[in-house]
DNA sequence: TATGAATGAGAATTCATTCAT
DNA sequence: GATGAATGAATTCTCATTCAT
């Protein structure tokens, strides 16, 4: 890398240099855990310089948060193409666990947008958010058959319940057999597994 | 501070000072936020050196910790004390609404215990929440007239959703009257307390 | 601990009471090295008080130069006991690589004499080097038939290189597994059991 | 330092650029001695950001390495130039006397690679030394007339001897009027001066 | 004598971001 | 557009020593 990348001139290729950056984040943080992400290591991993970084990303934050829109868009897609009515619960918490880094970015949401988010690209993560809302809620009162309102109301309750769910998912690092017993379960793994299908059941009256 | 504090000999007298400190601790919260919390402003605000400050609490982490326990056990205490069957779900908005800190501590607990907490403090802390858990659960089987399996159950759910909704909490810091019209909603303050009740009720099935 | 162990009123508890504190700094070294004497933990392992301690020893580094008076002691009185004329180089290797401490103790002297020593005892800690240097050399002349004169001058050459050679037993904590291969000799453990005798060899001519 | 230095981008301009900031660091030390070098006041010398420190030296030990292996270089450099068969004890020691921090950076080398270098600088540096080493010997094969097996060897004691009267070089910082009378000659300055010279004649057999 | 609570100086280092080239 | 050298704020925590009790 000492000499100058070849440059993205067209759209398409700025998009595709984008993806990339994504894509090397994404792979950081699998490999690294979040605190892994710096930018340089970045920037390393993507074959980028630092500062071109910035040009496709204001800051790092901003690029949870497009990795975290991103997931969730994964999310809902599946789950408009795979979901059933019977067994929501278990299908619900499947995709979500199974969709790679929806859980942790989603637990860290408010701490990141909170941090370093310029207006302009906070709004529009906003509305993708807010349209991939929309479009589970849709294909939940299709599945369950109830009125659009009811089924944006339950909606929320659900991702409320997501959302704190995920913050049971944030690994916390303990060796299970220096815990005391007592407390065994309160630091399990996959802790979101076990506490998530209970709430959805329960949310959606699936007893 | 160039002078010697007084010493705390008794384990009353300790115990004093460690309450001393939280309490400081609390003031800096308020006063500067979250980030504004520095040891070295900790220690000149509680009136004492640095290192003191230490013989108290391991970690600045640890201090988030124990805040918090302290905050949701004054939230439980409060819940005994004050609620009844009707106006559940407003009243336990309200509760934890009030209580100072409890919601951006809530918010921050994955994070904090994610972060520096050494076991010991932390089985212990661990331990409270549990109680306290145990305590609010025993309380709202009265209240609903359920039995204990199924307020347990409820409680889950309950935590789960106020976790998730304590993240809306967390002050965005975005002026309302630069925001887009269609994302008004989305940053409104106060989120919170219009987001978290209907959650409640539904979960109580008091629709 | 928490009452007022019992006094040491006479010269004799006095003396044990200084014993106990040497050897459990002994212990210390040996199980955590020097990093891990730490006056906290010095007084919690020879089951004292931390200004106890001071009442003993005026410094941590006091401390380490009583510790090496006493080992270069032994190191000279088993000399004085054990060696004979033919074999000295190695043998003087051996009782000093076996004297526990002597070696890691003389690496540090001068940094620690420079550090933090006040005048009286490091007076005394350097009288008590002198004459023990004194007992060696005697020794010496009568090893090797040589007049007072010349054993003193070769005394200063082999501690010369004595203290040189020490330097190179501070461990490196490298795993030489990891070490490429032309510098493997440069990190050898026992470096000094293999630098040293060629050395005593040559300034005694005993070739 | 308001503004942004002139940016080193040329592997000329960094390696001029690590320079600067090696002298700026032998400045201080001896202005200061050692404990006066402090990243910080190291930046504000070199007129650089403290940050930028950090791109042309890993850690202050690594600095310390560096620093050391330069005047090593100067002393062997200047010891080939300059030495002649008769008057080596003298020059010698005049050599490493007068090479500015030769002396005590190589009597803190143990502690200092102990302590803080990574793997890969240090193993720079040591064959920067280990070549050091042999052009020295080299130079004193030529200069006594011996094969290099025995030039070797002979180095090997030189240096040993070296390391350890480098250490009675350490400044003691005592002012000798206030010495007791018997110890007036251990704490003398130029204890180097004094001790080393004997040893190198009688390591090289110069008697 | 013994205790142990209190002190507080002290410094290294990281890393997101910028901007001269 | 791309680069990567430079920036510099910002904060934790340790631990030898003292001295009130």
Do not use: W
């Not at 349209?131 to 109830?146: G, H, M, P, W, Y």
């Not at 060796?175 to 597994?193: G, M």
């Amino acid at each position: 890398m000492d000499g100058t990348a070849k440059r993205a001139r067209s759209v398409d290729q700025k998009a595709e240099r984008q993806k990339a950056i994504l894509s090397a984040a994404r792979g950081l943080i699998s490999d690294l855990g979040f605190d892994g992400v710096t930018m340089s290591a970045l920037a390393k991993r993507a074959q980028v310089a630092k500062g071109t970084l910035y040009l496709y990303v204001r800051s790092k934050e901003e690029l949870f948060l497009l990795l975290f829109v991103e997931a969730m868009e994964d999310v809902v897609t599946r789950f408009e193409a795979e979901a059933c009515a019977d067994q929501l619960p278990e299908q619900l918490t499947r995709l979500v666990s199974d969709t790679p880094l929806f859980l942790p970015l989603y637990a860290r949401l408010a701490a990141v947008i909170e941090a370093n988010v310029a207006d302009e690209p906070l709004f529009a993560a906003k509305r993708r958010i807010l349209a991939t809302s929309n479009r589970f809620s849709n294909k939940l009162a299709t599945l369950l058959e109830v009125p659009p309102a009811r089924a944006e109301a339950l909606s929320l309750v659900l991702f409320q319940a997501l959302l704190g769910a995920a913050q049971l998912d944030l690994p916390s690092g303990r060796d299970p057999a220096t815990l005391p017993a007592d407390l065994r379960d309160s630091f399990a793994v996959h802790q979101f597994d076990r506490a998530f299908p209970p709430s959805v059941r329960h949310i959606l009256g699936v007893d």
